[in-house]
């Protein structure tokens, strides 16, 4: 099996690692230079991991025709490029891959998932099927070989398996799922959920603070996900619950980050002002918010995250209007 991973990032670098640990013939393509470098002279990824040897049986490559042979093709990169590099990838295949997906977010135009995107741009001739690997994983801990699970999701159950028995190793295991739906749904909008708890943080809430949100977050997650076609059990699993809890608590996180400094300051002006890094659950809050309001389901987080992203609202101001909505029953998953 010849991989190639498209994007020398964490995540990307973290990922080839885990298959030169499994002895799969992979190689890393990017477009920054340093990285590559770092990585072929190396054997690191100082940018992102410091002091962190990485396997040097992983090799690296500056030309994307390297892709021409690969039997897999892993795309680790934002959202936003996701589409693009679906199209430079496209003029070097002439046989079926399999691409596995790693991004968690929606077209930044369309607002489609991301299997979808990848479909709309691979024709059936050269596309296997879409296989996301997702789930609640941070690369600084896989990259370090700490003990992780996560999903392979596809609608082809075949290629599934097959990146389930790639990817897993002693301290990586990969479980399949087929809901492609409700796992695109869960890891994108707990992003913007991850947001919201950076934030509360950031304002000096504690332990019970983020319980309550965690809690509260997925029944959005839930509410919104069946309302959009996503199976009820899937957010209870790794593509749900899981990835909401890694990503709410962890500093490792780009969206807590984020939501930290906002809460500390108050304001979401500076965040615009200097943020240079991809956070993707703030596009995932508009977009949720959009896509709420057109369907009618309610969702008050995510609506006080936008609020304070979008309209500049206080973050003090979006929790007491939370925490003063009409009282009632608890009904986690269904009750508006």
């Given at each position: 099996m010849k991989t190639v991973v498209i994007g020398s990032g964490s995540w990307g670098s973290g990922l080839a690692q885990v298959l030169a640990d499994n002895h799969v013939d992979v190689t890393i393509y990017g477009n920054c230079a340093e990285e590559l470098q770092d990585i072929a002279e190396n054997h690191r990824n100082e940018k992102f991991f410091p002091n962190v040897d990485l396997n040097?049986?992983?090799k690296v490559s500056t030309t994307i025709d390297v892709v021409k042979d690969a039997d897999m093709i892993v795309l680790s990169v934002p959202t936003i490029a996701i589409e693009s590099v679906c199209r430079d990838l496209l003029p070097y295949l002439d046989h079926k891959v399999i691409i596995v997906n790693t991004?968690?977010?929606?077209?930044?135009?369309?607002?489609?998932?991301?299997?979808?995107?990848?479909?709309?741009?691979?024709?059936?001739?050269?596309?296997?099927?879409?296989?996301?690997?997702?789930?609640?994983?941070?690369?600084?801990?896989?990259?370090?070989?700490?003990?992780?699970?996560?999903?392979?999701?596809?609608?082809?159950?075949?290629?599934?398996i097959t990146v389930q028995n790639t990817f897993s190793n002693a301290y990586l295991r990969v479980y399949r799922g087929k809901d492609e739906i409700g796992s695109e749904i869960g890891v994108a909008l707990k992003n913007a959920i991850a947001v919201a708890s950076g934030v509360l943080s950031g304002i000096g809430y504690g332990d019970n603070t983020k319980a309550a949100l965690i809690t509260r977050g997925l029944?959005?997650?839930?509410?919104?996900?069946?309302?959009?076609?996503?199976?009820?059990?899937?957010?209870?699993?790794?593509?749900?619950?899981?990835?909401?809890?890694?990503?709410?608590?962890?500093?490792?996180?780009?969206?807590?980050?984020?939501?930290?400094?906002?809460?500390?300051?108050?304001?979401?002006?500076?965040?615009?002002?200097?943020?240079?890094?991809?956070?993707?659950?703030?596009r995932t809050a508009q977009v949720i918010h959009d896509l709420a309001k057109e369907k009618g389901i309610e969702m008050p987080i995510i609506e006080e995250v936008y609020q304070v992203l979008y309209h500049g609202k206080e973050p003090r101001q979006s929790a007491y209007d939370l925490m003063h909505r009409e009282l009632k029953e608890e009904h986690p998953y269904h009750s508006i």
């Open positions: 040097p049986a992983i991004s968690k977010g929606f077209h930044p135009v369309t607002n489609e998932r991301m299997s979808n995107v990848i479909r709309s741009v691979i024709p059936e001739q050269y596309l296997s099927s879409v296989v996301s690997l997702i789930g609640p994983s941070h690369a600084e801990e896989v990259v370090i070989r700490m003990l992780t699970t996560i999903c392979a999701v596809s609608l082809n159950e075949a290629d599934a029944a959005e997650m839930i509410r919104f996900g069946t309302a959009m076609g996503g199976k009820l059990e899937t957010f209870m699993g790794l593509t749900g619950i899981g990835d909401l809890i890694v990503t709410c608590t962890s500093v490792h996180s780009r969206n807590f980050q984020a939501g930290y400094e906002i809460g500390r300051s108050n304001d979401a002006k500076a965040f615009w002002e200097n943020n240079t890094k991809t956070v993707e659950g703030v």
